[in-house]
């Protein structure tokens, strides 16, 4: 095994979900040498790994786009500035290197896996920070043998029996994505009333998926591999039985920041990391971006990290090279354009 790498870079970039994705595009732009760091084996942050086929209405220009559409064309982008990856390991340590007189002259990163990162600056672009999916108890042992928290790839149930858990917009998104792929789809939540958008609780009820509520799961049955489910209502009815190959528990994610919180900054409610206009943290060479950061009239849409993200970089830049302006013009001055002839 070779030995964990030690880089220098003029931006280390923490979190590789869309902010930071498009943070990495834009460093590119403004001539930065990147490193992004995640604790993730991929990159698309909490998108990739939760909703890769959830459709996304909010991004500008683009009416809706998969959520593994939206990763994919945002890495593609960032390749531009053609950036380290140090994925599947977790940052751990942080310190702001200083000068005799006091000046802050960079930023070290360790890291879970032994890795050592010295930056002039480091933008913090990690979501929610670290999250797990929470567990469905009477499932727990079928780990791998059925029970999924998680559906990369939907085609991979084609033909299968599944029974969704759960309530809210995963739940929910995951049963009418299965609904034409699986052989049968079961909805199984605790409460008759769902957390859900109205317009795909709507589709849902129209759709072929069977919907038992109030009910959960009270025992699953097979040999190496689920293959039948107890459903139990919760308004006095008795158990009933459904086939099932595959169990997918949508119960939600708890979430922390991790060894975030011990790094000295600014943390509002003990999940968010205070910002000012330029995106900058209470430590120095520290910006944040997406939806890590919080200031007044905060609103957490993908959207919104994006725009963080250029003005977090933009200042970064002009920290970095205080000769170099913030604002460096539009991105058609930045790089010649080619015209198709013939």
């Not at 002039?120 to 059925?146: E, I, M, N």
């Not at 409460?191 to 998926?209: E, I, Q």
């Not at 009239?297 to 963080?308: C, D, H, N, S």
Request: aromatic content about 4%; overall charge negative; proline content about 6%.
């Amino acid at each position: 095994m070779p030995p964990p790498p030690h880089i220098s870079t003029d931006l280390a970039i923490v979190g590789a979900g869309p902010a930071g994705l498009f943070a990495t595009c834009y460093a590119g732009l403004r001539g930065l040498d990147v490193t992004v760091l995640d604790s993730l084996p991929e990159i698309g942050g909490q998108i990739a790994a939760l909703y890769p086929e959830k459709l996304i209405h909010d991004v500008a220009g683009t009416p809706a786009v998969k959520g593994r559409d939206l990763v994919e064309a945002l890495a593609i982008q960032a390749q531009s500035a053609a950036p380290r990856y140090l994925l599947g390991d977790a940052v751990e340590g942080l310190s702001v290197s200083r000068a005799n007189d006091g000046q802050a002259t960079g930023v070290s990163l360790t890291t879970a896996g032994g890795s050592a990162v010295h930056a002039g600056a480091v933008l913090l672009t990690a979501g929610v920070g670290s999250f797990s999916p929470r567990p469905l108890a009477t499932a727990h042992d079928w780990h791998g043998r059925g029970l999924m928290y998680f559906v990369p790839e939907p085609q991979r149930l084609a033909g299968a029996d599944v029974v969704i858990v759960g309530g809210g917009d995963s739940a929910v998104d995951w049963a009418l994505t299965l609904e034409p792929v699986a052989r049968s789809v079961v909805l199984v939540h605790r409460r008759d009333t769902f957390r859900a958008h109205a317009h795909t609780v709507g589709l849902l009820k129209s759709s072929r998926v069977e919907v038992i509520t109030p009910a959960e799961i009270t025992a699953v049955h097979g040999d190496t591999h689920v293959e039948h489910v107890e459903i139990t209502g919760l308004a006095g009815e008795g158990a009933r039985g459904r086939s099932a190959t595959h169990i997918v528990a949508a119960l939600g994610f708890s979430a922390r920041l991790g060894p975030i919180r011990q790094w000295g900054l600014d943390i509002a409610a003990n999940r968010h990391i205070r910002v000012d206009t330029r995106m900058a943290t209470s430590l120095d060479r520290v910006f944040a971006a997406g939806d890590i950061t919080d200031y007044r009239g905060k609103v957490r849409l993908i959207a919104v990290g994006f725009g963080e993200a250029a003005t977090a970089v933009n200042n970064i830049a002009a920290l970095l090279d205080p000769q170099a302006p913030v604002f460096p013009g539009h991105s058609t001055d930045l790089a010649p354009t080619t015209t198709a002839t013939g």
